[in-house]
């Protein structure tokens, strides 16, 4: 497992995640690192198991944001989501092939706003249209 290379855009956050990830708690960053942790882990990150770990992290961190921001809940995801996927992107560059981040079959790619937009648990064929650029 690799070490967050401080040097990404984002790392800031991601490590914060990290270390109250280690402490048990479930921080802003802690939920960010949550969203991500998939691609984070198969990019090799150490993350750790913790108990009580969100089923839905997207939906944690989005009501600890209300909690915290009230009105600009919104604004300050969507900021802390973009950030997380450029730390995302720029680790990969470093030496994952990309074809092991890709999703499985039917697994949605929900935090990241360039992939394909699907709604999990429905058909493909069923998919809303995805919005012209």
Avoid: K
């Avoid at 497992?1 to 790392?11: C, F, K, T, W």
């Avoid at 009105?71 to 990309?98: K, M, T």
Wanted: aromatic share 4%.
């Amino acid at each position: 497992m690799i070490e967050v290379p401080q040097d990404l855009p984002g790392a800031d956050l991601v490590a914060a995640g990290i270390e109250a990830l280690t402490r048990g708690e479930f921080t802003v960053e802690a939920l960010l690192v949550a969203v991500g942790a998939q691609r984070l882990r198969a990019a090799g990150l150490d993350l750790p198991c913790v108990e009580g770990w969100p089923e839905e992290p997207e939906l944690a961190l989005y009501a600890a944001l209300g909690a915290e921001h009230g009105g600009d809940a919104h604004s300050r995801y969507n900021a802390l989501l973009r950030r997380l996927v450029s730390f995302e992107r720029a680790l990969e560059r470093r030496g994952i092939r990309p074809s092991v981040l890709e999703p499985a079959p039917g697994e949605s790619r929900r935090h990241d706003p360039v992939g394909p937009f699907t709604v999990p648990g429905q058909a493909p064929e069923a998919q809303p249209p995805r919005p012209e650029r």
